[in-house]
């Protein structure tokens, strides 16, 4: 242990075995670097702020198998409220930090030197990589140490910072405040993973300071319900908003009360995905689209073990809203991708903060605007709210309205549904997808059916011949009658005859065709009749009817017949031709009839999808990003 003078009052000051090169006096507070010339001097610290964190220098505790001990602590502000980051030296010599964020303990070591990209260009949800690991930035801002104690590696009073974090929990910070940027990396931690001892935790002071506060605008009971957590209040009796620090109350503003009472009264307490969460806040948020004002409602939820959630009311519809790390998103144009799933944006407005109340853990206020995105890919759907300086990201699950309702234990009716959600999910598109395979099922058995009966069905010409008429028959009369010889039909079936009466010159034949059944001396007759004429007139040539003439039976026996042809005329014919022909094959009409009937109701699934979808999408806005000016002077 080397033991020296503080340069300021001459206490001792001992830096015990390590990297520590930066110690603070105990006496008057100064800030003792341990160069190679001494000691020296670099300026003093205010008084430690009380933080009401539980740690403190001189506990011990271990990490993946490696012991360390509280070293030191600094205090850094951003001007609303100071934090505490704590440097850890470990048995190996190596040092940590760790610091809390909203409840979540970060510890952090220095990355190896790599290239890291300039401070203007990390903005947040900018993506930049060190040695091919990619991080995405959730914050960016400026904070003063203001105050230490114990020893560290080095001490620096103005830091320039970058918050960052990467896939599967990786958290990563860059410190722009010394001689060169600084990448420090790790991830989220307990205090009891890191092996200190519940009885060598401090109790939180400001929970017992802010039990029974009151309203400094008013004097009204507040009730806190998370005071350790909590940075702003809404008071319910007058609408004051105050500012939480150190365990006292300051007014900050005075807001116009909500419209309405909350749906979820303040301090309800209700069991949603098997955690019982109380109701700590409850906001107003709206966007202005071709000026109509769009609102919807946020409740923030809090469990001691859990953390904070969201539950956001928009048209009757819930949505449960988890914080997740952006670095386990992937954002690109209109889409966004997180768990292996592809979400589509949705919407993108500038949102405005319009009514508060209860608890929040940010310091919120009146007014306030974020950049708000929504990604869907139902029932699922990722929010991101994005300020200048800020960005969070949530993974959003509808819930019902009713599972809401019981929950809480809520008596006054929640308000229905009305028209579709964001990340509602398509009920016609898991019967269109279903009514689309089966279609596609029974019409290739259909198409299998067909083809299997065309291959055993029979189609063929019966009988085929030319028919002379006798010279000087009369028409109609037994002279024109004409016998043919027997011919065969070999299967039940519908008959085609076609009559031609090749020499027709402006004039007609019909033709009575009886088929005499030899066995069973049943007859069928069928009558054609052709007719054809043609000349000239003054718009030319003209023609009209044909040589022949067509006729189909219904299903006719199997057999032997025998056809009598009696003809009848206006002008004498030498002779006429008869083609008998027939097929048991399944019509082509027949398979279509059935292929439709079996598409009808895969393209009513498909257009009611279609539609709600058109109804969903209608409702769709994408606003730029354009926050006031007030944000934009203070950047």
């Known amino acids: 242990m080397k033991v020296g003078q503080c340069p300021s009052c001459g206490a001792p000051v001992d830096f015990a075995p390590g990297s520590a ?32 964190s539980p740690l403190r220098v001189g506990l011990e505790g271990r990490h993946s198998g490696q012991g360390f001990r509280v070293a030191g602590r600094i205090q850094k502000s951003h001007g609303k409220g100071a934090w505490d980051e704590w440097c850890l030296q470990l048995d190996d010599g190596r040092i940590a930090w760790l610091s809390e964020s909203e409840g979540a303990w970060n510890l952090m070591f220095e990355a190896a030197e790599a290239a890291l990209p300039q401070r203007e260009h990390l903005r947040p949800l900018t993506v930049f990589s060190v040695r091919d690991r990619r991080f995405v930035v959730e914050e960016e801002g400026h904070a003063t140490t203001v105050s230490a104690e114990g020893e560290l590696p080095d001490f620096h009073t103005q830091h320039t910072y970058v ?11 860059i410190d722009f405040g010394g001689d060169k940027p600084v990448l420090y990396v790790g991830s989220t931690v307990t205090l009891e993973k890191l092996g200190f001892a519940a009885s060598e935790l401090q109790a939180t002071p400001r929970r017992e300071a802010l039990r029974q506060a009151r309203c400094t605008n008013c004097n009204g009971p507040l009730d806190l319900k998370a005071p350790d957590r909590t940075k702003r209040v809404a008071c319910p009796f007058c609408g004051a908003l105050l500012d939480v620090r150190e365990g006292k109350l ?33 906001l107003i948020r709206s966007c202005r689209v071709e000026g109509t004002r769009y609102p919807w409602e946020e409740y923030l939820l809090w469990n001691r073990e859990h953390g904070f959630r ?3 009311q928009s048209n009757g519809h819930w949505s449960f809203l988890t914080p997740i790390p952006a670095g386990d998103c992937l954002f690109g144009a209109r889409v966004a991708k997180h768990g292996g799933e592809t979400y589509k944006q949705y919407q993108s407005v500038m949102a405005t903060t319009d009514w508060v109340a209860g608890e929040c853990y940010w310091e919120v206020t009146q007014g306030e605007q974020a950049f708000t995105q929504e990604f869907v890919a139902p029932p699922l759907s990722l929010n991101v709210d994005q300020t200048r300086h800020e960005a969070t990201v949530t993974l959003g699950e509808l819930v019902d309205r009713d599972a809401v309702a019981k929950a809480f234990d809520v008596k006054a009716p929640l308000p229905w549904a009305r028209g579709v959600a964001p990340a509602q999910v398509n009920p016609w598109r898991a019967r269109m997808t279903e009514a689309w395979k089966w279609s596609a099922i029974w019409s290739g058995a259909l198409l299998l059916v067909f083809i299997a009966l065309s291959a055993l069905g029979h189609a063929g010409t019966y009988f085929n011949a030319t028919l002379s008429v006798p010279p000087d028959a009369k028409p109609g009369s037994p002279e024109s009658m004409v016998f043919t010889e027997p011919f065969e039909i070999r299967n039940s079936v519908p008959l085609d005859i076609e009559v031609r009466c090749p020499g027709l010159s402006n004039s007609w034949c019909g033709v009575q065709l009886d088929l005499v059944n030899e066995k069973t001396d049943e007859v069928i007759s069928v009558n054609a009749e052709a007719e054809y004429y043609f000349g000239s007139d003054s718009d ?9 003439a067509s006729k189909t039976t219904d299903e006719v026996e199997a057999g032997t017949y025998v056809m009598r042809a009696t003809v009848t005329f206006d002008k ?34 498909s257009a009611a999808s279609g539609q709600f979808e058109t109804r969903k999408w209608e409702d769709s806005v994408f606003q730029p990003m354009s926050f006031g000016e007030e944000e934009e002077e203070g950047a």
Do not use: N
């Open 21 to 52: 090169r930066v110690k603070v006096c105990e006496h008057c507070r100064t800030v003792v670097f341990r160069g190679s010339a001494g000691l020296e001097s670099r300026g003093k610290v205010a008084e430690l702020a009380d933080t009401e």
């Open 163 to 173: 918050d960052a974090t990467g896939p599967h929990g990786v958290f990563a910070s």
């Open 250 to 282: 300051e007014l900050l503003q005075l807001l116009e009360k909500p419209p309405y009472e909350p749906r979820l009264p303040l301090g309800a307490r209700g069991r949603l995905k098997e955690v019982e969460w109380t109701v700590l806040a409850f």
């Open 310 to 312: 969201w539950l956001m």
């Open 540 to 548: 030319g040539s003209w023609s009209e009817g044909s040589t022949s």
């Open 572 to 605: 004498p014919i030498d002779s006429f031709s008869v083609k008998v022909s027939g097929s048991d094959r399944p019509g082509g009409c027949c398979f279509l009839f059935f292929l439709f009937a079996l598409l009808v109701y895969p393209l009513v699934a």
